[in-house]
């Protein structure tokens, strides 16, 4: 199997389904980050059959909550001296910008590139927002 | 306090708000003389990307009667968003001319886009099918001032029920008045969307049922609230020609209603309402109209924070 060293400060986020891992590298915007990122995909799983995983190294202060719109049970491990010191539980964001399109062909943002995309969490338990200027629902069942 | 607020959804106005607005309009329309000055050198703009007179012509009213001028456009042609000019940069440079503005679009959720952009209070004038709040305003306000109350009555809704958005809005609007029965008068292809049943009439326990003739409900109503049914909305036209006559409210239908019932309807009508029944004292679709001036009235003052 692959190697990657361990971090021994930073970030771990782990448990991302397969596939999802370039997206989420993508979403928190890690390209723009000058320390060692590792992307792992494809990595054998016992609970998910396979998994990616998403190293970060020396950084911690990353806006993660954008994650748990995404696929709510990824596990994020903040690492520090080798050791894990904090396990963040991921939750529905309130709100989640530019991360969904409205697919509303009659939502003002469809002929309006430059408005922020914004979803508002409406139904907690069933993981539903929808588009706050038309109100259209976009179902989180990723 | 209304001052300074958008209205953008009929939702965002609490009961005590609404009643504000309602005892104001009622004053409104007792001393039309002590308003007549109230908006002198206030300004609104009637931005309306798509053609509806009737709504602009009811705002435009509304101003010139409290003393205010207006400015505007009535279609998209006409302004700069035929120059490719966007929602957000029209209603800042709005905002450097006039004290208030109401929106017309046809997109879904432009005028909350304007209301996050605007320094002025933005009062959406109808977005697409989504939201016409003013139409709500004015539908409380006439079987308020009609019936005397907001609550304790049988409705019936009829016609176009699953994409009438003046049904919608009307029916979450009247769910947080107490004991309202709603009867709702469709075909089967019309039928209100499972999510109104669902989010608002069951999950608020409230009562209400599905009938498709009117004939067979209209002794039960207070007020019948009647909407156009479009041909087009036909999956087939056996079915049109089976219906459409059930939707057309006449003086034979109008028998068996009660004598102090009401009959509305948002206007315009195509034949939903039979011309005949224009004299009877229970056809108000045309007080209706005029009520939605003084609520537009109403509105303006309170968001605009002016007094008599």
Do not use: W
Request: hydrophobic share 40%; aromatic share 6%.
């Amino acid at each position: 199997m692959l190697k990657i060293d361990s971090v021994e400060k930073g970030i771990v986020i782990d448990h991302i389904k397969a596939g999802l891992g370039m997206e989420i590298y993508n979403y928190l915007n890690l390209d723009k980050l000058d320390c060692s990122v590792a992307l792992i995909k494809n990595v054998k799983s016992k609970k998910l059959g396979k998994k990616d995983i998403i190293k970060v190294e020396n950084v911690i202060d990353i806006d993660l909550k954008v994650l748990g719109f995404i696929d709510p049970n990824i596990t994020i491990n903040i690492i520090e001296n080798d050791r894990i010191v904090d396990k963040i539980k991921l939750e529905l964001p309130e709100e989640v910008i530019n991360v969904v399109k409205c697919k509303n062909p009659r939502c003002i943002t469809s002929i309006e590139q430059e408005i922020e995309q914004r979803f508002k969490l409406v139904d907690k338990d069933n993981g539903i927002y929808r588009c706050i200027y038309c109100d259209q629902a976009y179902e989180n069942n990723k | 306090m209304l001052k300074g607020k958008h209205l953008i959804d009929p939702m965002d106005l609490s009961l005590e708000q609404l009643d504000q607005i309602f005892n104001l309009a009622d004053d409104i329309i007792k001393n039309p003389k002590d308003y007549m000055e109230v908006c002198k050198g206030k300004i609104l703009a009637t931005l309306f990307y798509e053609p509806s007179t009737r709504t602009r012509l009811s705002f435009e009213s509304a101003m010139h009667r409290l003393g205010g001028s207006v400015v505007g456009f009535s279609s998209a042609g006409s302004s700069s968003a035929a120059k490719g000019e966007s929602v957000a940069d029209t209603v800042k440079t709005i905002a450097c001319y006039a004290d208030i503005c109401a929106m017309r679009h046809p997109k879904e959720g432009a005028p909350k886009v304007a209301s996050l952009k605007s320094d002025i209070p933005v009062i959406n004038a109808g977005d697409g099918g989504h939201q016409h709040p003013t139409q709500t305003l004015t539908d409380l306000l006439t079987i308020r001032s009609l019936k005397g109350r907001l609550n304790d009555f049988t409705i019936g809704l009829c016609g176009d029920l699953k994409f009438g958005r003046t049904v919608h809005s009307l029916i979450k609007a009247l769910s947080r008045y107490s004991n309202i029965k709603f009867i709702l008068i469709s075909p089967e292809e019309l039928k209100i969307p499972d999510y109104i049943k669902e989010e608002v009439l069951i999950k608020k326990d409230i009562q209400f049922k599905e009938v498709e003739r009117i004939e067979e409900v209209i002794g039960e109503l207070d007020i019948l609230y009647m909407t156009r049914v479009q041909r087009e909305r036909f999956f087939n036209e056996e079915d049109y020609v089976r219906l459409k006559d059930s939707y057309i409210l006449d003086k034979k239908k109008l028998k068996n209603a009660k004598q102090d019932m009401i009959v509305l309807h948002p206007l315009p009508r195509v034949n939903e309402i039979s011309v005949e029944i224009d004299d009877d004292p229970r056809a108000c679709y045309f007080k209706q109209v005029k009520y939605g001036m003084f609520v537009r009235m109403a509105l303006i003052m309170k968001l605009l924070g002016v007094e008599k």
